[in-house]
């Protein structure tokens, strides 16, 4: 028995071994078998070495490779040893069945690589699980994030040919987008018409971005979208405030759909009118498929691991960007927001839901002079939130820069006036779009007055 061989691990010796051989014997098998396999799919060390040696010799010498090449690299290498040798490699050479069933033997080792994975991190699950230290609900989103992942790794696909992508994809959703369940596969309305003319709805996949300097009103705009998206469109939508707690939110939903000021909420000075809005409020929300998490620090794994729990999650916000906490020690908050924005985008495309975060720009909308418009460079922090996004949108209230103007200037400016401005779209073209914001029920309602982005 080859050394380094733990008996309570499962792998093949023969099919590791196959796999080298057909590759020394017919260097163009790596061809076939580089799609399923990775230096650390085999198990023994040496067949490690020996296929990260190969791999190299296949993208850097033109696919050269037999038992004299691959010794003299293991050599210069300094693994010459560890691979046992030229004598390993000739064995390997002659012990191939058949070169035909490269791919085959491929296979059988990358299941077994699976199931070692898999044996690894139940031992980690437990091993946390045993220590004591930490929360039991974060260990949990850690187990589960570890296990899809593994799931991830083996359901990879690679290229796919341009005519089966049309026939399977395309034209698939084209039928299905014409059929009798068409409204299944549209992206989610947000009850804005002119929003959903610019981006045909939220679409799968979808990282979208809202932006806006504090005061403007993220978090209404936030509301009122879980609002329009469960309560109208019918969706499973999640909403995580990172900032609020569940009442606060409550409270502002109930506010808006009920048009009872928000502040009697905190007074508790409803007449009786108001106190039968606000029931039938309440009741046309009981059934409704909307979820409150008021975590104030969670991480974009915790997020995704209490999405997955749920089952059948439409949509997902999260208010806001700022407070979300980085699953991975970085050197500074802008490495920290980067990773964060590049795995919410990888959230929304390995759950296949958009996924909407309020984002606070930076004091550079406050020295642009006469105008205070927001800009795709007042992202905050990180150049990798306008990267990731797939739709960027700001808010912007005149009215909150009336101070700077002079009292004719003042009298002209129409309080409830919001814009909407379309800053990037990768499905369509850029503009503004007018709202009314109603600051006493915290609600935004559309002008249907659409402007090119300017």
Known sequence: MPENVNVNLPYNLEAEQSVLGCILIEPSCMNDVIDHLKPESFYLPQHREIFSIMLSMFTTQNGAIDPVLVADALAKSGKYDIAGGRDYLVQLYNTVPSTANAVKYAKIVKEQYYLRTLIQVAQEIMDDAASGSGDASVILDSAEQKIYDIRQGKESTGPSKIGDVILNGVYGKLKELTGENADDYKGIPTGFGALDKYTTGFNKSDFILIGARPAMGKTSFALNLADNVSMIGKKKCVFFSLEMTKEQLAERLLASRAGVPSQKFRTGDLNDDEWIRVGNAASAFRDVELYLDDTSSITVPEIKSRVRRLKGVDIVIIDYLGLV??????????????????????????????????????????????????????????????????????????????????????????????????????????????????????????????????
């Open 325 to 454: 906490q980085s699953a991975v020690r970085k050197e500074n908050r802008v490495q920290e927001v980067t990773e964060i924005t590049r795995n919410l985008k990888m959230m929304a495309k390995d759950l296949n839901i958009p996924v909407i975060c309020c984002a606070q720009l930076s004091r550079g909308t406050e020295g642009r002079g006469k105008s205070h418009k927001p800009q795709l460079s007042d992202l905050r922090e990180s150049g990798s939130i306008e990267q990731d996004a797939d739709i960027v949108m700001f808010l912007y209230r005149p009215d909150y820069y009336k101070n700077e103007l002079s009292e004719d200037k003042v009298e002209e400016i129409d309080e409830t006036l919001t814009e909407l401005i379309v800053a990037k779209n990768r499905h369509g073209q850029t503009g503004t779009i007018e709202l009314s914001f109603d600051k006493e029920f915290t609600r935004f309602r559309a002008v249907e007055n659409v402007r090119e982005y300017d």
